[in-house]
């Protein structure tokens, strides 16, 4: 499973994050948590499970010190692989 994670500072909002995610040969994603500083912002299930996702989430307001995205995706048969990126 392969995980991209890129944010972007977005002076009217805050920031921007994206997420992209792609099975192995003999995956499939079958659901997807994301949390912004220890909170979660997103946790779905795919129906049906998917070779591919993503999605671009929106982060109102300035949130000085570190920041962090964990995304946490699981296959079909319940393996998890996760990423994390931070910024300050």
Same mark, same amino acid.
């Given at each position: 499973?392969?995980?991209?994670?890129?944010?972007?500072?977005?002076?009217?909002?805050?920031?921007?994050?994206?997420?992209?995610?792609?099975?192995?040969?003999?995956?499939?994603?079958?659901?997807?948590?994301?949390?912004?500083?220890?909170?979660?912002?997103?946790?779905?299930?795919?129906?049906?499970?998917?070779? =591919?996702?993503?999605?671009?989430?929106? =982060?109102?307001? =300035?949130?000085?010190?570190?920041?962090?995205?964990?995304?946490?995706?699981?296959?079909?048969?319940?393996?998890?692989?996760?990423?994390?990126?931070?910024?300050?």
């Amino acid at each position: 499973m392969k995980i991209d994670l890129a944010h972007v500072k977005d002076p009217l909002i805050g920031w921007t994050i994206q997420v992209k995610a792609s099975a192995a040969k003999g995956e499939r994603i079958a659901a997807i948590l994301i949390a912004v500083n220890g909170f979660d912002v997103l946790d779905k299930k795919i129906d049906p499970p998917a070779d =591919q996702w993503q999605t671009e989430l929106s =982060q109102k307001g =300035q949130f000085p010190g570190e920041n962090e995205v964990r995304t946490t995706v699981t296959d079909e048969k319940g393996s998890e692989t996760s990423a994390v990126d931070s910024w300050s």
